[in-house]
């Protein structure tokens, strides 16, 4: 039997009549039927086929059974982004009156969606300590439906241990929805853990050359039937162009990966003997507060790196003002090294307590480790130090 990651790259759409060896482009709004039965058929879920876009597309599809494959989920659904993928999610699982879980460790879109956009329609959400087990299960109320929980979390590198929050929500007849974004299913697998659900931004890692936006979820036949069934009439569909260049990428996540968590691992190492630097955080190094749960449910520390410049909010920005190889930039998981400092960027809005609540200290740098020559990179963190 071959191995997951050669299957990742030899499992594609069938070939055209031109026999060609790399998948094509499928750029088509809708699909040609048969005849009117063929078309009645199709309509009536009685036969399977492509019958418009915004339903399914052979590059979407493609894409979908690769990262399925690769999380080990019976099905999954593609989305035009990150978000998409998670609001669609939530539409099509939960109604009026259901409550979430979760936790503060999450992406600020997340945040915004729980705090202020869900209540919109009586879905309300509470916060536990991410690490506070008994905590989640004392939250989890009759009405609540999901928890939701991000690990490692973006920006804090916070680790939630899967199993055992599965091993909860499984108890409690909730489900657990797990945004793997940072790690990848190449690195962590959330469904084999107890999870019920993996969300992706595959704007990051997946695509990994900051080209295209995209999301997907990945479940059970049964939550994908839902999905599907809001996604279809609501219409976040991932365009074909992002599906072809993203299920291309796919083939060389595994390289990439490799390369991406061997540098951040070898930095992180050599940040923690530097002086200017109160703390840092990488799921790998034995400092982190949660070590044990990652060495336990991660193959490899992954591509982003936390640390804390002594110098607070000034020195942070005079660190990346001093950078000349990363970029600095939103995205991450690219091919080209990033640094973020959120407490003048996306955080700059709350007041220092606020964002402490959060995570964030004054001199937090974020680094997405690319795929640079590594000394490259060290040097120009040096400098900029
Ligand atoms: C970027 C990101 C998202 C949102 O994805 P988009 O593709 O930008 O919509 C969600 N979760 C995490 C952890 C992210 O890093």
Known sequence: MTKLTTDLIRNQIKRTEFNEHSAPLYLTSSYVFDDPEDMRAQFSDEKEGLIYSRYGNPNVNEFIQRMALLEGAENGWATATGMSAVFTLFGALLSAGDHIVSCRSIFGSTHKLLTEILPKWNINSN???????????????????IVYIE?????????????????????????????????????????????DVTIHSSTKYIDGQGRTLGGIILASNEIIDEVKNFARHSGPALSPFNAWIQSKSLE??????????????????????????????YPFLETHPQFEIAKRQMSAGGGIISFELKSGVHGGQRFLDRLQLFSLTANLGDVKSIATHPASTTHSKLTPEQRLEVGITDGLIRLSIGLENVEDLWEDILHAL
């Open 252 to 281: 060389t996540l595994d390289v990439r990966m490799e390369r991406h968590c061997n540098s951040a691992f070898e930095i992180a190492k050599r940040l923690e003997q530097t002086s200017a630097i109160a703390q840092v955080k």
């Open 151 to 195: 690990t490692p979390s973006n920006p804090g590198l916070d680790i939630i241990d899967i199993e055992r929050l599965a091993a909860i929500c499984k108890r409690k007849k909730v489900l657990l929805v797990v945004d793997n974004c940072f790690a990848t299913p190449l690195l962590q697998q959330p469904l084999a853990l107890g999870a």
């Open 127 to 145: 916060y536990v300590n991410f690490d506070d087990y008994e905590g989640y299960e004392a939250a989890i109320k009759e009405n609540t439906k």
